[in-house]
């Protein structure tokens, strides 16, 4: 019986102390669930004691864990009511600064110089949420930018491949061309037939490329791919399907093709009907 009505007086204890919300990485770190209590310190806001500056603690109760999918808030952000910040970080009625959340996300810096302008700068300052995150940033433009290299490079050896195949097919059909000249085909109607061919290969390479591509991407979509929290930041592999991107490779990659024909073409186009001929 004692035991029992110990247990409950230290529930409801608990159950008096004041709420705090915690990201799930923190809870998970700290081993604790809805309900406990923990202990919060702070350096900065104890008093003076015989050895210096001591730190202050405070008991809360754990009233909710929140998860945001960034494992740089979720393991080291919490929440707690602002009077209870005010009273525990000895700030009156004062406090470090204001959080505003904005319709549309890409016009966060616009809107943030224009709150600096109306404050005056110093001692004011503002962040939006790319400083705020800048290193993250950072990282994801220059994997972008090797992405679009390497990408690049792919399309190139593709390319390549085309030209050596045009220059087989011309050598090759040396003696077809040589005919269709002695009758009277002009040069560029035997380019015309070059470049035509080369765009087909290119053409056809860059419809099924695209479409496995945007199949691939639609299954990630659904099955995404898991990363590191500590190390990427966020749990899974993002995947957003951008119909811009996906029109610039394709006129990428039917642009480069056809630079890839235009030197078979025109060897092809000036190649003498004797040349052709000869061996026959």
């Known amino acids: 019986g ?3 009505q110990r247990a409950q007086e230290q529930a409801e204890e608990v159950n ?3 709420g705090i919300v915690i990201g799930r990485e923190l809870a998970r770190q700290l081993r604790v669930f809805v309900g406990d209590q923990i202990s919060v310190v702070s350096p900065i806001a104890g008093e003076m004691g015989p050895m210096g500056p001591q730190p202050k603690s405070m008991q809360f109760r754990v009233a909710g864990v929140f998860y945001s999918g960034m494992y740089e808030y979720d393991s080291k952000f919490v929440y707690i009511a602002l009077d209870r910040a005010q009273a525990f970080f000895k700030m009156g009625r004062g406090i470090t600064g204001l959080e505003l959340k904005v319709t ?7 809107i943030s110089r224009q709150v600096l302008n109306r404050l005056e700068g110093y001692p004011y300052r503002v962040k939006d949420w790319g400083e705020m995150n800048k290193n993250l940033f950072s990282a ?5 930018l090797v992405m679009a290299v390497i990408l690049a490079f792919i399309i190139l050896v593709a390319c390549f491949n085309i030209l050596s195949t045009l220059v087989m097919l011309v050598l090759e059909k040396g003696k077809e061309i040589s005919i269709l000249k002695s009758m009277g085909a002009r040069d560029s109607s035997v380019m015309k037939v070059f470049v035509l061919e080369g765009l087909a290969i290119g053409g056809i390479g860059t419809v099924l490329g695209l479409a496995l591509g945007f199949i691939l991407c639609a299954v990630i979509a659904i099955f995404p791919i898991p990363l590191d929290p500590e190390v990427y930041y966020i749990p899974n592999l993002p995947v957003q399907i951008d119909p811009l991107q996906f029109v610039l490779v394709a006129i990428a990659a039917v642009v480069l093709a056809y630079l890839a024909t235009i030197f078979p073409a025109l060897y092809a186009s000036r190649l ?6 000869r061996n026959d």
């Open 2 to 4: 004692r035991q029992q």
């Open 16 to 18: 008096q102390l004041p």
């Open 104 to 110: 549309d996300i890409d016009d966060a810096r616009r």
């Open 140 to 144: 994801l433009k220059l994997e972008k």
């Open 272 to 277: 003498p009907p004797v040349e052709g001929l």
